[in-house]
Antibody, heavy 122, light 112 residues
Framework: EVQLLESGGGLVQPGGSQRLSCVAS????????MGWVRQPPGKGLEWVSG????????YLPDSVRGRFTISRDNSKNTVHLQMNSLRAEDTAVYYC???????????????WGQGTLVTVSS | QSVLTQPPSVSGAPGQRVTISCTGS?????????VHWYQQLPGTAPKLLIY???YRPSGVPGRFSASKSGTSASLVITGLQVEDEADYYC????????????FGGGTKLTVL
């Protein structure tokens, strides 16, 4: 059974940093791209980062590029999201998700963690 | 403003059929990118419901189906059940700028 367990959420001040981690189990971690999707309270889903199975290719939308960094450690079955220069609008539940699909055009998220809440407030 | 447009809400009575639309553009659905659908029950993480336009993962009931045409896609739920009350999101890949993976704004399904 695929399991994704996020950690690292909490309260952070505007302009601060936070590092989220996701430990995966139940599948061959090094064989799959991984990503993060966030959901502000009461709102919809927004993809915020993706990383290839080997960690070489990294993808970020304009809304977080230059502030967020994704990385992975295949020896520890872990993916990280480093978030800097945080803003109030970054407040959300952050989900770790496993990508599935043959190409970027077909990629979807076939497994999700339970999410970790990041609150950016003074 | 989401790249993919969904109606904010739909409703139906138990046993009925409901359709949720997802409208994109020539840079995503219209470019041939696959459309996927997720179900999010209250207070839980999203769950993959449909992938690759119209394929159901193991365990998803056959009451759920989907289709795609042009720049739009649709999720159809037949034989509506009370436990289907949830938020539904479509997702695709956008090839413009840095869109990459994009979601619809979500549709709240209420079972009357």
């Amino acid at each position: 059974e695929v399991q994704l367990l996020e950690s690292g959420g909490g309260l952070v001040q505007p302009g601060g940093s936070q590092r989220l981690s996701c430990v995966a189990s139940g599948f061959s971690f090094s064989g799959y791209a991984m990503g993060w999707v966030r959901q502000p309270p009461g709102k919809g889903l927004e993809w915020v980062s993706g990383i290839s199975d080997d960690g070489v290719a990294k993808y970020l939308p304009d809304s977080v590029r230059g502030r967020f960094t994704i990385s992975r450690d295949n020896s520890k079955n872990t993916v990280h999201l480093q978030m800097n220069s945080l803003r109030a609008e970054d407040t959300a539940v952050y989900y770790c998700a496993k990508f599935r699909g043959g190409t970027r055009r077909t990629y979807h998220f076939d497994s999700w963690g339970q999410g970790t809440l990041v609150t950016v407030s003074s | 403003q989401s790249v993919l447009t969904q109606p904010p809400s739909v409703s139906g009575a138990p046993g009925q059929r409901v359709t949720i639309s997802c409208t994109g553009s020539s840079s995503n659905i219209g470019a041939g990118s696959d459309v996927h659908w997720y179900q999010q029950l209250p207070g839980t993480a999203p769950k993959l419901l449909i992938y690759g336009d119209n394929y159901r993962p193991s365990g998803v009931p056959g009451r759920f189906s989907a289709s795609k045409s042009g720049t739009s896609a649709s999720l159809v739920i037949t034989g509506l059940q009370v436990e289907d009350e949830a938020d539904y999101y479509c997702q695709s890949f956008d090839s413009s700028l840095s869109g990459d993976w994009v979601f619809g704004g979500g549709t709240k399904l209420t079972v009357l």
